[in-house]
């Protein structure tokens, strides 16, 4: 099992969204998670794959000027250590180390630009929680993304997709 690293930005862009990054190889292969990552193995949660980022972008923690929508805030939801198991074409398992998330997780292709990801379950799985409403921080600073938006308002007419 490859030892990498991972990291879930929390991320107010034209819809807040999260993104996560799992290190493979030499870059961080990334998903956009509009609702983020789910501890509970019955949710099913969209991840729409988007370009490798370097693995410097996992360490941004602040607020990306100019965006069109959205303040740009960025908070590190979480980071850790990941273990890639197996991947395949349209399909990668892991675990994760993290502060908030740990265990088991998959990420399966179910369309062109349409992955699903799912929590393993095993003994670090909790059927019925919220994570992200548990724990909404920065691991890095304890911030909400909100504390980060202020004085970065959001354009006009643009609300937080689900
Ligand atoms: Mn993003």
Redesign the pocket.
Known sequence: MAASRFVV?L?D?TAL?F?LRIQVGGVLRSW?VPKGPSLDPGVRRLAVP?PDHDLAAGDFEGVHEGQPRGSGA?IIWDEGSAGIIRDEPGHLSFTLRGHKLTGGFGLTRTGERRWILVKVRDEHARPGSDIVAEQPASVRSGRIWQELADGHPRAAGTEPAE
């Open positions: 930005q991320h862009a969204h993104d956009a988007v960025v």
